[in-house]
């Protein structure tokens, strides 16, 4: 079982590249740090459940998908 930080990153860089956005505009639409979405992915951040929501809103899924474990 992973940790929940790398799922969370996992499924965050899968869904931002599947609507084809960087990681700069994901930032820029999340309201973020570009270095704190990096790390996001990475899984090397604990992002708290504001960031997540507005991740989420970003990409225009429901927050529980960035949960799910592939």
Not at 15 to 20: H, T
Not at 28 to 36: P, V
Not at 49 to 60: E, F, G, P, Y
Request: with cysteine; proline share 3%.
């Amino acid at each position: 079982m992973q940790d929940w930080c790398s799922i969370v990153g996992g499924n965050v860089r899968r869904l931002r590249q599947s609507k084809r956005m960087t990681q700069e505009e994901l930032a820029f639409e999340a309201q973020i740090d570009l270095t704190y979405v990096g790390g996001i992915e990475r899984g090397r951040r604990n992002p708290s459940l504001l960031v997540m929501a507005r991740i989420a809103r970003a990409l225009s899924v429901p927050l529980t998908k960035l949960f799910v474990e592939s």
